[in-house]
């Protein structure tokens, strides 16, 4: 069954510091999303994307944080400037169609650590 | 507001038994999943039930919604040990960009 990948599984970066992380979405997905889950506490909705753009975003979702899809495969996100608070599990999900039948497919994420 | 609260936020049976676990939830909704996540890993889509439908199986699963009560239940029969997870219910509210909004979660442990 066809899988979202995200690379790395653990990245460790320090305080200040740029980082990228990275998702293949499923193939033929058109409809793509970052959450991202800090320890013990909820899973929350950072951004979504469809067609090249940002559909939506969050108030945690500020100047320090961007998207793109660079290739038609691969779906980024990039911290510019990190922050302790950003450490967290960061998931990439994507979604077939935009109608109330289709669930978003969710990777394994990316354990982020700021030091 | 808080969407999607799940309770109870643990729960532990034996083998075999039933396990259900509740969701409540504030706005009106497209639909509403459930995910389980096993320790340290990703979200696994279990089920998706739409708003205009009250009850759905999926193997030993069975999830009822009710959207005059904005509560949802998801049912495992004949637990496993291997159903030992965090299940958490995720709801699509209407009109929105689908950004689901993820309640804090049952942590359900089934003891061989």
């Known amino acids: 069954e066809p899988e979202v990948t995200q690379t790395p599984s653990h990245q460790v970066t320090q305080m200040g510091q740029e980082v990228i992380l990275r998702c293949v979405p499923i193939?033929?997905?058109?409809?793509f999303y970052w959450y991202r889950q800090i320890l013990g506490q909820k899973v929350e909705f950072l951004v979504s994307f469809y067609n090249n753009e940002i559909s939506e975003k969050s108030e945690i979702f500020d100047d320090q944080f961007s998207v793109e899809r660079p290739d038609g495969s691969n779906f980024t996100l990039k911290i510019r400037s990190t922050k302790l608070e950003d450490s967290a599990m960061y998931f990439c999900?994507?979604?077939?169609?935009?109608?109330?039948?289709?669930?978003?497919?969710f990777g394994d994420g990316t354990r982020l650590s700021i030091l | 507001s808080q969407q999607g609260e799940e309770d109870p936020q643990a729960l532990s049976i034996q083998e075999g038994e039933n396990a259900t676990m509740n969701c409540s939830y504030k706005?009106?909704?497209?639909?509403l999943q459930w995910y389980r996540q096993n320790s340290g890993r990703g979200l696994v889509h279990l089920i998706l039930?739409?708003?205009?439908?009250r009850e759905k199986h999926s193997g030993r699963l069975r999830v009822t919604l009710d959207t005059s009560k904005k509560s949802s239940s998801l049912l495992i029969t004949a637990s496993r040990a291997a159903d030992t997870a965090s299940y958490f219910c995720a709801t699509d509210p209407s009109g929105s960009a689908r950004q689901l909004t993820f309640g804090s979660g049952t942590q359900l442990t089934v003891l061989p």
């Open positions: 999900a994507s979604m077939l169609e935009f109608n109330s039948n289709q669930p978003q497919h």
């Open positions: 193939s033929n997905h058109l409809y």
């Open positions: 039930i739409r708003s205009n439908e």
């Open positions: 706005t009106s909704i497209n639909n």
